[in-house]
């Protein structure tokens, strides 16, 4: 018997509660073991529910039980958890979580805490909801050299955009859908301005090249100024909006962003919608490599917090290693970076064409029959510093989105 302790009772604490409850036989038997949930912490009472009598509002009595060997932790933010996962890990327990801000803000320094008390700290859960992907890149893609990871990584914010393209709702709409359907966070502004991704990409690019990415280093943007126009423009394009995270590693030098593009129907990101997420990996020999699955949500990531447990409970006294040092890889600014971009002017194209394409070349025009009173145009490939620099010298500008090229 293995019992274990979940720390937060909230959309995915009790989705590990339901898929225990649930799947129970095949869980055991995968073990080896029978798994025990033996408490479950919450600062709230759950009368009449199935955790009544296992509910505790004290971490010390979780602490001082020798008996729990594996801590879920799925309370989310950074305090208390920092401070329950490594008094945890300090007293010889496991600690599995679907936190990605407390991995992102801590990660080394708890595996490390792990490595020392012969104990696992596990994520899985903290990236790409229910999508194996933390376990792959430190296991199954080592032989390799990871040159790039780029993909879709926060469910509220492809689910929005999904939802404003297909059904034609408004952002707040499909903002709200998203809360009540579980996938977003407490406080959505970690969804919509890209937050959450930027830690998810910070955490993958960090098991990738083995040193840790600060997310506070990472360029990011949001999705919050895409407007329904916006998709409009994108669909006359034959493309969608989408909010892509990516992680390169060319001639030595490391680049990371979190950005809304615009994909082509052609490319595999293109139809990856709703509250899917989608990662590829590239490698020097093994190419690309694609993970596909639901990003976020009650049960697909309660599932990958639960793989982990048996992973913990299968490893008791044995640290499973992860390369993932203390050590800061540093970034190099995506100013660099050449892409092609789309650009929304308001007034006539007639009256602006000259001067567009005396500053940017060959660019292509794109109107709408929805907005008579400006136009867009999508640059020739330059590098974002002299787009920058043109684009000052546009009248008339509404906005732009980088265009994605692979
Ligand atoms: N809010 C997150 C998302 C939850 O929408 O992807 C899963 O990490």
């Not at 640290?319 to 308001?346: D, M, P, Q, Y």
Request: proline content about 3%; hydrophobic content about 40%.
């Amino acid at each position: 018997m293995i019992d274990i302790a979940v720390l937060g009772y909230g959309t995915v604490g009790s989705g590990v509660v339901e898929v225990i409850d649930k799947n129970n036989s095949s869980i055991n038997e995968r073990t080896g073991d029978q798994i025990r949930i033996r408490y479950v912490l919450d600062l709230r009472d759950f009368p009449g529910d199935r955790v009544e009598e296992i509910l505790v509002h004290d971490f010390d009595i979780i602490l001082n039980d020798p008996d729990v060997k594996i801590v879920v932790e799925v309370m989310g933010g950074v305090e208390p958890a920092y401070t329950f996962v490594k008094k945890s890990l300090l007293s010889g327990k496991s600690v599995c979580t679907s936190n990605k801000e407390l991995v992102a803000a801590h990660g080394p320094e708890l595996i490390e805490i792990a490595k020392k008390n012969s104990v696992n700290f596990l994520f899985e859960a903290s990236v790409g909801g229910s999508i194996p992907i933390v376990r792959p890149l430190n296991s199954s893609l080592t032989a390799d050299r990871i040159l790039e990871i780029r993909g879709i990584l926060n469910g509220t914010t492809n689910y929005i955009l999904t939802q404003m393209a297909d059904e034609g709702w408004e952002f707040d709409k499909a903002l709200s859908t998203a809360q009540q359907l579980g996938y977003a966070e407490r406080n959505p502004e970690a969804d919509i301005e890209g937050y959450d991704a930027c830690r998810k990409i910070a955490i993958l690019s960090s098991l990738a090249f083995g040193k840790s990415v600060n997310y506070e280093d990472i360029y990011t943007e949001g999705i919050s100024k895409i407007t329904a126009r916006d998709i409009q423009y994108a669909e006359k394009m034959k493309c969608a909006i989408k909010l892509l995270a990516s992680s390169t590693c060319e001639d030595g030098k490391y680049y990371a962003m979190v950005a809304p593009f615009i994909v082509k129907a052609s490319h595999p990101l293109y139809s990856v919608n709703g509250v899917f997420n989608a990662i590829f990996i590239r490698g020097s020999e093994i190419g690309d490599v694609m993970f596909y699955g639901s990003g976020a949500g009650k049960l697909p990531t309660a599932c990958a917090v639960v793989a982990d447990v048996v992973d913990a409970a299968r490893h008791i006294g044995k640290h499973i290693r992860v390369a993932w040092s203390a050590e800061k890889l540093e970034l190099t600014g995506v100013k660099s970076a050449t892409r092609r971009f789309f650009v929304r002017v308001s007034g006539k194209r007639v009256e602006c064409e000259e001067k567009i394409r005396s500053v940017f070349g060959d660019a292509e025009f794109i109107e709408t029959d929805e907005a008579a009173d400006e136009f867009g145009f999508v640059t020739p490939p330059l590098p974002e510093s002299s787009f920058d620099e043109k684009l000052n010298s546009i009248p008339g500008v509404i906005g732009s989105i980088r265009f994605e090229e692979k």
